[in-house]
């Protein structure tokens, strides 16, 4: 398995505090994703990082901000959490953008 | 725009039935293509992945695939099904293209299978 850790694995929060969760990979891979999962919806990307302070926005960026000082980690922070933010969030890492991702086993969020 | 169809929202099979799980992608030339398997409660794992050559692409637990360039398929089968296999399963698809590399993920087919 891919080395991924995603931390805190579970986290309750309350609206409108802001929350971080962080991605570590011992990979070092180039690439790295954060996604949302949720019933229907499928995966959508968030935001994603082709090095080391180089970001870009995913298909659901609002309310979500990344960063990426060491190849390592990349931190998806919640700037004031909403409950429509609850959601289970994936970290993802490539090589490429267009090779196999590998998956870090997610956060479950709950705002409430 | 390219695009990743997987036609079956769901699918029952029994156990040691065959399965086959479809995947059609939307692209001009051939892209790299995956499957991944989702547990209850973790991370997407990677099945299997074909880049180039051989059509039929064998996997982990058992699984193949089979790229059809004609039909625009990457289908994924299993000839006898086990009650673990009860997953999400994705098929992914990782493109080249004039705007820069890609990556797709269908929206799943979650797969039940009864004793």
């Known amino acids: 398995d891919a080395g991924i850790t995603q931390s805190p694995r579970h986290k309750v929060t309350e609206t409108g505090t802001p929350v971080t969760l962080r991605c570590h990979q011992t990979?070092?891979?180039?690439?790295m994703y954060w996604y949302r999962q949720d019933p229907g919806h499928g995966l959508r990307l968030i935001h994603y990082?082709?090095?080391?302070?180089?970001?870009d926005k995913g298909e659901v960026s609002d309310g979500y901000s990344v960063s990426r000082s060491k190849t390592e980690d990349f931190l998806l922070t919640l700037e004031s959490a909403t409950s429509s933010q609850t959601s289970v969030y994936f970290c993802?890492?490539?090589?490429?953008?267009?090779?196999?991702?590998?998956f870090g086993p997610g956060t479950r969020l709950t705002v409430t | 725009a390219q695009s990743v169809t997987q036609p079956d929202i769901h699918i029952t099979v029994s156990e040691g039935a065959s399965l086959e799980l479809r995947c059609n992608y939307s692209?001009?030339?051939?892209?790299?293509l995956f499957w991944y398997v989702q547990s209850p409660g973790q991370g997407l794992q990677l099945l299997l992945k074909?880049?180039?050559?051989?059509?039929l692409v064998q996997g982990i637990k058992g699984f193949e695939a089979e790229f059809k360039r004609s039909q625009s398929s990457f289908n994924l089968r299993k000839p006898s099904v086990h009650w673990s296999d009860a997953a999400e399963y994705f098929c992914?698809?990782?493109?080249?293209?004039?705007?820069?590399?890609?990556?797709?993920f269908g929206t799943g087919t979650s797969l039940t299978v009864i004793p």
């Open positions: 692209y001009g030339a051939t892209p790299y």
């Open positions: 990979e070092n891979h180039r690439y």
């Open positions: 993802a890492i490539s090589i490429q953008v267009s090779y196999e991702q590998y």
């Open positions: 074909y880049f180039s050559g051989d059509t």
């Open positions: 990082s082709y090095g080391v302070k180089d970001t």
């Open positions: 992914a698809v990782g493109a080249k293209g004039n705007t820069g590399n890609q990556f797709y």
